[in-house]
């Protein structure tokens, strides 16, 4: 059995002494939230903290506030089940919905928070092994090593981003709320990620993700669909988000996201320049889908193979769209 690494539970009320503590502790101390993906990789010894900053007791992170008409504001203490149910999300960001409520199982969704979704460490399968594995490979760059397994004479990590709602609320548009020392600011979510597999998130460790703010669903058509092996559990290996604002037929604007084909979530950004000003008329999917899988890059540390992600990547892309037509029916 993997036991945790020693380490002490600190249990904050607010915000402000969650940053605090933060702040006093340095690299010593790491936030958890629901804990489902820290602390099997601290079993692992991924990461060793000395100091964990707990933010399951700061009750201003918890609950969905606002409306579809308004827009809403997500506390990031939410649990993905709370989000995935509730009535606004469900009803006019399905995506969303969707994505919260695929993340791995009911009892980790029970636990795990939207905070820690977006946050979660990305993967790769020589990383997310036990201590034992990664000793007898001599390790790798994103933790204990010197070298990339995958890619060995790279400079850098290329650990997958592996979280379902990250490509979601980036195709709804969101922004985050971050709270640090120098007190608070607000950032689309796409500016929250950066492309490297070990600092694959553009905030300060001691930075806490507050809220996420989804933008109102005026027009709003939107899918996401994930690729994994085993339907009730696996992490996504292929993440399709498109999200569509309609003038009647006509879309207006659209974005399409990837998750798990990069270190981060990648925007099929000419792709969906395609949609704009058109009807989703069959010829319209098609050609859209096939540039979609262009920025779709992945390598060959996760679950499949990588050409099969990539292609793959074309037939999410036409699904999800023909399903927003209205078609119902599936490439
Ligand atoms: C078997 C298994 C299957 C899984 N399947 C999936 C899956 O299908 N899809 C998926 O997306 N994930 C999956 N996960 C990962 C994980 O369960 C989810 O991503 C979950 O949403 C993480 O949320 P959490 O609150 O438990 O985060 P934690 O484990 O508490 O934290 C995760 C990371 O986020 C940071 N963090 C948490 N909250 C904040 C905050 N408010 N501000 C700043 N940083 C923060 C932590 O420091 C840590 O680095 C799986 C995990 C396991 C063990
Ligand atoms: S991509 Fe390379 S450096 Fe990153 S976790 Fe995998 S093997 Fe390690």
Redesign the pocket.
């Known amino acids: 059995m993997m036991r945790l690494p020693p380490f002490e539970y600190r249990a904050p009320v607010s915000v402000a002494d969650a940053v605090k503590l933060m702040g006093d502790h340095g690299p010593d101390a790491m936030l958890v939230a629901g804990g489902t993906d820290l602390y099997p990789n601290m079993k692992r010894r991924q990461f060793e903290p000395k100091v964990l900053v707990g933010l399951r007791g700061i009750r201003e992170l918890v609950g969905i506030r606002g409306s579809a008409a308004t827009g809403l504001i997500i506390g990031s203490g939410t649990t993905l089940t709370v989000t995935a149910a509730h009535a606004e999300v469900a009803a006019h960001y399905p995506a969303l919905a969707t994505a919260a409520g695929q993340v791995s199982t009911p009892q980790l969704r029970n636990m795990g928070t939207l905070g820690g979704n977006v946050c979660v460490d990305t993967r790769?399968n020589?990383?997310n092994q036990s201590y034992q594995w990664r000793k007898a490979v001599d390790f790798?760059?994103?933790k204990d090593g010197d070298i990339?397994?995958?890619?060995p004479g790279s400079p850098r990590?290329?650990?997958v981003s592996s979280s379902d709602t990250a490509p979601a609320l980036w195709s709804l548009g969101a922004s985050v709320r971050l709270a640090g020392p120098a007190g608070e600011r607000t950032i689309p979510l796409s500016a929250l990620y950066q492309d490297d597999?070990i600092q694959y998130l553009a905030k300060r460790p001691d930075e806490v993700l507050t809220d996420i703010l989804v933008p109102r669903a005026e027009g709003l058509r939107c899918e996401y669909l994930k690729l994994r092996r085993r339907g009730a559990f696996d992490f996504p290996v292929l993440g399709v988000a498109v999200a569509l604002t309609m003038d009647g037929d006509t879309v207006r604007t659209a974005r399409i996201v990837l998750g798990a084909v990069a270190s981060q979530p990648r925007e099929a950004a000419e792709a969906a320049g395609l949609l704009v000003g058109q009807r989703l008329t069959p010829d319209v999917i098609t050609a859209t889908a096939d540039r979609a899988s262009r920025p779709s890059k992945p390598l060959d540390?996760t679950d499949f193979t990588h050409p099969y992600r990539k292609k793959m990547t074309r037939v999410y892309v036409e699904r999800a769209l023909r399903r927003l037509a209205g078609s119902g029916e599936d490439a």
Not at 148 to 151: I, K, Q, S
Request: glycine share 6%; hydrophobic share 40%.
């Open positions: 790769c020589y990383y790798c760059m994103k990339c397994l995958v890619a990590c290329w650990a597999g540390n």
